[in-house]
């Protein structure tokens, strides 16, 4: 029983005998696996026909992925090793901090395997867009997607007269700075994060109250109770937010760096508009 | 005056009868010793009388509720159980729990009677056994009831200290109040009780003075031994001898 | 009023007082106390009313009934190691209050998530009492109390795993240790009925447990109906723990170490331990919330955490004695 165990063991093993393998990438991979939830956008938007082989389970989920109708045209996979392996890969594309013992087996087998970083600010994602189109030998397509994002981010950060403060808040009380993708989003729709230029972190619901924001976005529950996120609940929470007649939630289109973003800023920059006339 | 008056009493435990038919009265001024062999059920005839078992037949005590058989009878199990750390006066005055009131008076009395003065603050789980003995008996004393049932009393005790205790039971009785006991030693039994019950193979055997229910007779069919008595100008003595064969 | 309580009791007010004017919010204690009773304008009347508030009132109430609690099991079962936390009572009700959460009966009905924790509570307390009998075998009952604590807390972990919310799997942390952050006055009226009941069940058993220290046959002789206080003592703990448990988590070993520190002050009458205990009970939560927030203020640092840091050495303490006993 253990022999045969071992024989299959080292079978398994043969293809990370010959490293140069790894090397031999093709100028495009004919079969993409993505473990990601924003290489799982990126790729949807990027890949040729029949390039993208499967997608990550959450690209499905409505609540995080802002392409989820998409996503049900791909199989999924659920970021381990074996089920990815069997899939038989040219290119895997993983986040540089989820699914990494999953990406070194991958590599240890011989598949290439790409690690994209999280977008921390508006300008990460033509980066992150140039990344993946070059891996995927994609390089036109990724190019064009840059030059409509600029055009229309540019459009978008139009001059505000005043910028209402305004403050993220998410569950366990956590909220995000100016220097994090959520808090450009929110500078670029013209508010005044104040939270400030630090990262973010825990905000203490009463230092929330005692700042009094205009405007306060929150993210929208997930399904299923949890007790993280009762505190959006809170008396105190809820007052603040209910200060204007309409609200904001952050959404599946603001978790990646993704062209959707754009879409995050419209919706906020509308809020801020509605929150201006309310006050006149 | 029956302080106690049982009928046809019978115990069945786990389905195993222990003892049946037992009619017997308790009086004011009687130090009433209950004796016989291990297993012979005197601790469950006390505790029926109680009304702490279920029974058959018929206690005087049983039919009582809860809080009026607690000013009736003050029962001293076997088992010398102190839980706390409480001090001697403390424990003492839980006596006066079925009273619902605080009166120092009987709780005084019966640690003087005890000659308890000089231990009352100290922790009662700290105490030798024989001080607890007695600080548990004190306890009895201050419930203030007219009848007293404990349950081998003087078990583990040193022969002064249960000399002692047997002339507490002697005091009592003479002030009016009603005594049952359950007894091992014979000697002690015969010298300072009115009268003795012998309870041995579910039965009682004998109800009578110490010299009537001691007889070589009942001792060998209620214990299986031989013993020697004998009358001094101080009362009776029995000394068991010999299993009998 | 015994000499305990009248230390205890202005000590307890102290401690509210400085817990009302702890905080991120940098206001003295006379303004935030003027915000708290006559309001005014700006948010500072609000911070004071809808957080600092029901965070004082539940460390009060949940503190209170845990010493109160914690003292009425030991008088019950005759055991100074008995506590709700360590013998899993705790952990039930909060695998209670989970699984009323995460099948959404409690947000179909707020009453929901208390009675539920109640009813975990309810069948730890019965099986302990059944398991340990009232003159309860220190070993019988830590072996029935870390079995309960295990399945209590792998049911808790099992469900929150399974729940489609991101959030809840990191949660058991929060169940086990307990934690009065961002409460509000929801909660405070969530539990209070149950805390009520649960003390009215339990104010009226310091007699039965007096009568207790002489063993269950006195006590019985001496009146005590002792079925009916056994009924008091496992609802009214089930009461405290489960609506405690089910606003703020499982906080372990206050009602260990509080009637551990304070018996010797009432004499060791278990009686009169119940009103010292509740009282100390409330002064050590408190302290203890006081503690996580000057410690980590920008972290949610878990009551549990301290509670067992002050709890666990006494814990020792005791089953070292107790061994010393049995030698």
């Given amino acids: 029983m253990l022999r045969r165990a071992l024989v299959l063991l080292s079978l398994l093993a043969a293809p990370g005998l010959s490293p140069a393998a790894a090397q031999e990438a093709p100028p495009m991979p004919a079969r993409v696996v993505s473990m990601n939830l924003c290489t799982d956008q990126l790729a949807m938007l990027l890949a040729a026909p029949g390039q993208l082989v499967s997608v990550s389970k959450l690209a499905r989920d409505p609540m995080s992925s802002a ?80 030059t409509a994002f600029e055009t229309r981010l540019a459009a978008l950060r139009e001059e505000v007269a005043r910028r209402p403060s305004a403050a993220l808040y998410y569950a366990n009380g956590y909220t995000t700075g100016d220097q994090t993708l959520a808090g450009e989003i929110l500078l670029a729709a013209g508010f005044e994060n104040i939270a400030g230029a630090r990262g973010g972190g825990q905000l203490p619901l009463e230092a929330l109250a005692m700042a009094a924001p205009e405007a306060l976005i929150t993210a929208r529950p997930y399904p299923g109770a949890s007790r993280s996120e009762e505190v959006l609940m809170h008396p105190v929470v809820r007052r603040l937010r209910a200060a204007h007649a309409s609200t904001a939630n952050t959404g599946n289109d603001w978790i990646c760096g993704t062209p959707f973003v754009l879409r995050a800023i419209e919706d906020l920059a509308a809020f801020r508009k509605d929150i201006e006339t309310e006050t006149e | 005056m029956s302080l106690l008056s049982l009928q046809d009493l019978a115990v069945t435990l786990r389905g195993r009868e222990v003892f049946s038919g037992i009619t017997l009265n308790i009086h004011a001024q009687e130090v009433v010793g209950l004796i016989g062999p291990n297993g012979a059920g005197k601790t469950s005839l006390m505790r029926a009388a109680l009304g702490l078992i279920p029974s058959g037949g018929k206690s005087s005590l049983a039919g009582l509720t809860p809080q009026q058989r607690a000013k009736a009878v003050a029962w001293m199990p076997q088992a010398r159980e102190i839980a706390w750390p409480v001090r001697v006066e403390d424990l003492v005055a839980l006596g006066r729990l079925p009273h619902g009131d605080h009166a120092p008076a009987p709780v005084e009395a019966a640690i003087t009677k005890m000659g308890l003065e000089g231990l009352r603050k100290r922790r009662s789980t700290n105490l030798s056994g024989g001080e607890q003995a007695r600080a548990l008996l004190a306890r009895a004393l201050a419930q203030e009831t007219p009848l007293l049932m404990a349950d081998e009393p003087t078990a583990g005790l040193d022969p002064a200290h249960q000399i002692a205790t047997m002339e507490v039971f ?62 001094t100008p101080d009362g009776p003595v029995f000394q068991p001898m010999h299993r009998a064969r | 009023m015994t000499r305990a309580l009248a230390l205890l009791l202005p000590l307890v007010l102290v401690l509210a007082a400085l817990s009302l004017s702890l905080g991120p919010a940098d206001v003295t204690l006379p303004e935030s106390l003027r915000a708290l009773f006559l309001g005014g304008d700006g948010p500072l009347p609000m911070v004071m009313r809808e957080i600092r508030l029901p965070r004082v009132l539940l460390a009060l109430m949940i503190g209170g009934t845990l010493g109160l609690a914690g003292a009425a099991m030991q008088g019950y079962l005759r055991n100074p190691l008995a506590e709700p936390g360590l013998l899993g009572v705790s952990a039930s009700a909060a695998l209670g209050a989970v699984l009323a959460i995460q099948t959404g009966l409690s947000a179909a009905f707020a009453m929901a998530l208390p009675l539920s924790a109640l009813a975990g509570a309810v069948v730890a307390v019965l099986i302990l009492v059944v398991l340990a009998g009232p003159r309860a075998e220190t070993l019988t009952l ?100 489960g609506a405690g448990t089910a606003v703020a988590g499982a906080i372990g070993f206050v009602g260990l170490v509080v009637p551990h520190l304070l018996r010797g002050s009432v004499g060791g009458r278990p009686g009169p331990l119940l009103w010292v205990s509740a009282a100390g009970g409330a002064a050590m939560l408190l302290a203890a919330d006081i503690a996580v927030r000057v410690v980590a203020p920008d972290r949610d640092l878990k009551l549990g955490v301290l509670t067992a840091l002050v709890g666990a050495p006494f814990f020792l303490h005791l089953v070292w004695r107790s061994r010393g006993e049995r030698a």
């Fill in chain 1, 67 to 146: 392409m989820a109708t998409e996503a049900m045209a791909y199989p999924v996979n659920h970021g381990q090793a074996e089920e990815v392996w069997l899939m038989q890969p040219d290119l895997v594309v993983v986040g540089s901090y989820t699914a990494q013992a999953a990406a070194q087996m991958l590599e240890r087998l011989g598949t290439p395997v790409l690690r994209v970083e999280p977008a921390y600010a508006l300008a990460d994602v033509p980066a992150r867009i140039r990344t993946l189109g070059a891996a995927m030998g994609r390089q036109a397509q990724a190019e064009a997607l840059i």
């Fill in chain 2, 170 to 231: 002697g005091a009592l009785a003479a002030e009016g109040h009603g005594v049952l006991l359950s007894l091992h030693d014979i000697g002690l039994a015969a010298r300072h009780c009115t009268r003795l019950v012998l309870l041995a193979g579910g039965r009682l055997l004998a109800d009578g003075r110490p010299e009537e229910v001691l007889t070589d007779d009942l001792l060998a069919r209620g214990f299986g031994i031989t013993a020697y008595h004998a009358q």
């Fill in chain 3, 142 to 241: 830590i072996l029935a109390g870390v079995a309960l604590s295990a399945v209590a807390g792998a049911l808790t972990q099992l469900v929150l795993n399974l729940s489609p919310n991101p959030f809840a799997a990191s949660e058991i942390v929060f169940w086990m240790m307990g934690s009065l952050a961002d409460r509000s006055v929801l909660h405070v009226w969530l539990a209070l009925p149950f805390m009520a009941l649960g003390v009215l069940l339990l104010a009226g058993v310091g007699r039965g447990l007096d009568a207790l220290t002489l063993g269950e046959d006195a006590a019985a002789s001496m009146g005590i109906d002792l079925s009916r206080l056994r009924l008091r003592v496992v609802l009214g703990t089930a009461c405290v723990v």
